[in-house]
């Protein structure tokens, strides 16, 4: 039985890595081959940049070393087979070579808050363009808890929110060249510490007929939100630089309640607090004129007025009470 010409080249019109270990396979009918020869060409001049020699081996296989030929340019790939009395080559085939692009991520430290802004940049050394990105989320134990979707989007950034406070995580960001190659940044590790908010928790209790008391309570946790991805400053202050935060689900106004606000580097004269119920609305905001914090609560349809003594400093703490539909308001400065 004679020889057949090799075919099913396996990296026939891809885009390899050259800087990495190529694997090339192939298929053979026909008579058996004891040896095998792996060349390859230029495709713009048709000079020859690799030659594996004659290798005797049944194989159908050959690794081509790593950076043996450049990325960046087109080859064609011939595989001549050998048996004791002849050899025959597979017709020429079309492949070329590109640099995996590179996703570069800056330290990330401790996340101080639920939420991150995840940012990259994109390289590619024969200037690729970007065509795809993806970044997944893991958590201690390297399991995915979280994926983006895929964007074609040339700036590299997506926010991760849900991030609990206390625990490490990894962040993986995944690039996709123009040319079709992936790039990852690996995992990188991050931990996540910000201040948990206060939780509410009513009691009621009911006499039982054998002289016991049944205790039943439901627990509220009434969490802000914020009109742009939340920022924390190092010291653990969220900062709401033109910005507003709101509370508006799990309370209502007209009840009692207590509330306590740390502040530095206060804005005068606009909206630093907004609480919105079912029944009304409370705005805290800090006059420059008189350097007072002021409550103005709407209910019904109605507004009250209350301030606060005077305070000036660069940290101010506030507190709000409501007692019977009557509200106290208190201030004094930081030492920081």
Request: charged content about 20%; overall charge negative.
């Amino acid at each position: 039985m004679a020889l057949q010409r090799p075919y099913n080249i396996n990296i026939t019109g891809q885009t390899i890595a050259a800087e990495e270990v190529i694997k090339v396979t192939w298929q053979v009918t026909g008579d058996i081959s004891t040896a095998y020869q792996v060349r390859i060409y230029l495709n713009s001049t048709g000079s020859m940049v690799y030659d594996s020699g004659q290798i005797t081996s049944f194989a159908q296989s050959h690794n081509i070393p790593a950076n043996a030929i450049t990325n960046g340019s087109e080859f064609k790939i011939a595989v001549t087979i050998y048996n004791s009395n002849e050899s025959i080559s597979s017709l020429s085939q079309i492949f070329q070579t590109s640099s995996r692009p590179k996703v570069s991520v800056g330290t990330i430290g401790t996340v101080k808050s639920n939420s991150y802004r995840f940012t990259a940049t994109y390289s590619q050394a024969e200037a690729n363009p970007i065509r795809s990105w993806v970044m997944y989320l893991y958590n201690e134990d390297r399991i995915r808890v979280q994926t983006s979707p895929i964007s074609t989007n040339s700036s590299i950034e997506y926010i991760f929110s849900s991030l609990e406070s206390g625990a490490d995580y990894y962040i993986e960001i995944q690039v996709t060249s123009a040319k079709g190659l992936t790039g990852t940044s690996g995992l990188i590790p991050f931990d996540v510490q910000y201040r948990q908010p206060n939780v509410k928790i009513n009691l009621t209790t009911e006499n039982t007929d054998d002289a016991g008391i049944k205790i039943l309570w439901n627990v509220i946790q009434i969490i802000g939100e914020t009109t742009k991805p939340p920022i924390f400053t190092s010291d653990g202050y969220l900062d709401l630089t033109d910005d507003t935060l709101t509370f508006s689900e799990g309370f209502s106004v007209d009840q009692d309640f207590t509330i306590k606000i740390w502040m530095r580097n206060i804005k005068p004269d606009k909206d630093l607090f907004f609480l919105k119920g079912k029944t009304g609305t409370i705005t805290v905001q800090y006059w420059s004129d008189d350097h007072k914090f002021h409550v103005f609560k709407d209910v019904y349809g109605y507004r009250s007025h209350y301030a606060s003594p005077e305070v000036v400093g660069i940290g101010l703490f506030c507190c709000i009470q409501q007692i019977f539909c009557d509200m106290n308001v208190f201030a004094e400065v930081l030492k920081i």
